[in-house]
């Protein structure tokens, strides 16, 4: 089967990047990123420097999921790493303040509420599995079509392997429109559509919200927590903040549509030369 890593419309096609929008995708505090000095005067972070780490080491896995989004591999392994340094956080907030006089009870009673939250306790049964059994395969499904940039207007459903990337979707769309018809319009003239994959990622016990979604709200939770045991420890509260580009742009890729007639002429070639015509 032919590649199709040249026919991207935009930055999107670039491994590794997904992005179409300038969006900044950063960790913020009150809108900017959060540096030692953006801390209150007693500097949270010299009082515990680890366990703020790995709460924007989570941060950083969710924002790497959105940028990779639509390639399979990158974005399951990114999952992984963010599962792993959820659950972390409040392992080291507990190593980093065990010798502090009351904190053990306190946080104990505040933890109790995140610990037995639905999401975190799903998020750590499966860190359990892709730490200590087998990968982590998010079920995954999608649309090709055409987008006119307020999500995918026109679209046909396509089941997406999870460890394929969304171009391999459109690919397989392709292929059959070199000896069908273009059923969604992909390939046709209109010069206020681009065609598109619109890709979603889902697990089985939340399927009604996106994997990437329910990562940055688990991510605020750990993220509270952190901000109640700024407070414990005499800080003013830190309100910290993923900042993401809105989930219904990331899922959608859109594509160069006259690199993708250019790709379904060159298997329509290849098909009439294996039919013994000629060239």
């Given at each position: 089967?032919?590649?199709?890593?040249?026919?991207?419309?935009?930055?999107?096609?670039?491994r590794?990047?997904?992005?179409?929008?300038?969006?900044?995708?950063?960790?913020?505090?009150?809108?900017?990123?959060?540096?030692?000095?953006?801390?209150?005067?007693?500097?949270l972070?010299?009082?515990?420097?680890?366990?703020?780490?790995?709460?924007?080491?989570?941060?950083?896995?969710?924002?790497?999921?959105?940028?990779?989004?639509?390639?399979?591999?990158e974005?399951?392994?990114?999952?992984?790493?963010?599962?792993?340094?959820?659950?972390?956080?409040?392992?080291?907030?507990?190593?980093?303040?065990?010798?502090?006089?009351?904190?053990?009870?306190?946080?104990?009673?505040?933890?109790?509420?995140?610990?037995t939250?639905?999401?975190?306790?799903?998020?750590?049964?499966?860190?359990?599995?892709?730490?200590?059994?087998?990968?982590?395969?998010?079920?995954?499904?999608?649309?090709?079509?055409?987008?006119?940039?307020?999500?995918?207007?026109?679209?046909?459903?396509?089941?997406?392997?999870?460890?394929?990337?969304?171009?391999?979707?459109?690919?397989?769309?392709?292929?059959?429109?070199?000896?069908?018809?273009?059923?969604?319009?992909?390939?046709?003239?209109?010069?206020?559509?681009?065609?598109?994959?619109?890709?979603?990622?889902?697990?089985?016990?939340?399927?009604?919200?996106?994997v990437?979604?329910?990562a940055?709200?688990?991510?605020?939770?750990?993220?509270?927590?952190?901000?109640?045991?700024?407070?414990?420890?005499?800080?003013?509260?830190?309100?910290?903040?993923?900042?993401?580009?809105?989930?219904?742009?990331?899922?959608?890729?859109?594509y160069?549509?006259?690199?993708?007639?250019?790709?379904?002429?060159?298997?329509?070639?290849?098909?009439?030369?294996?039919?013994?015509?000629?060239?």
């Amino acid at each position: 089967m032919r590649s199709i890593h040249a026919l991207q419309r935009t930055a999107a096609g670039h491994r590794g990047c997904n992005r179409r929008v300038s969006w900044p995708p950063s960790l913020s505090l009150d809108g900017y990123s959060v540096p030692a000095d953006a801390m209150s005067d007693k500097c949270l972070i010299e009082q515990i420097p680890s366990s703020i780490d790995r709460l924007l080491e989570a941060g950083f896995h969710v924002r790497q999921m959105d940028e990779v989004f639509h390639f399979a591999d990158e974005f399951r392994w990114s999952l992984n790493c963010f599962l792993r340094a959820l659950k972390e956080v409040p392992q080291i907030i507990r190593m980093e303040l065990q010798y502090k006089v009351g904190f053990k009870a306190w946080f104990d009673g505040r933890y109790e509420a995140v610990r037995t939250d639905a999401l975190i306790q799903y998020f750590g049964k499966q860190r359990d599995g892709v730490v200590h059994k087998q990968m982590l395969k998010p079920a995954s499904s999608g649309f090709v079509g055409i987008t006119e940039g307020r999500g995918i207007k026109l679209g046909i459903g396509v089941p997406i392997d999870p460890l394929q990337d969304s171009d391999i979707a459109m690919q397989k769309y392709l292929h059959f429109c070199a000896g069908h018809d273009d059923l969604m319009g992909v390939l046709g003239d209109d010069e206020e559509s681009l065609p598109c994959i619109e890709r979603t990622w889902k697990l089985d016990q939340f399927p009604d919200e996106d994997v990437t979604d329910l990562a940055a709200r688990a991510w605020q939770k750990m993220a509270d927590l952190m901000s109640d045991v700024a407070v414990w420890l005499g800080n003013e509260p830190i309100p910290f903040k993923l900042s993401r580009a809105p989930t219904k742009w990331i899922r959608i890729k859109m594509y160069d549509r006259e690199k993708l007639r250019e790709y379904v002429q060159a298997v329509k070639d290849d098909l009439r030369k294996a039919d013994g015509g000629t060239e």
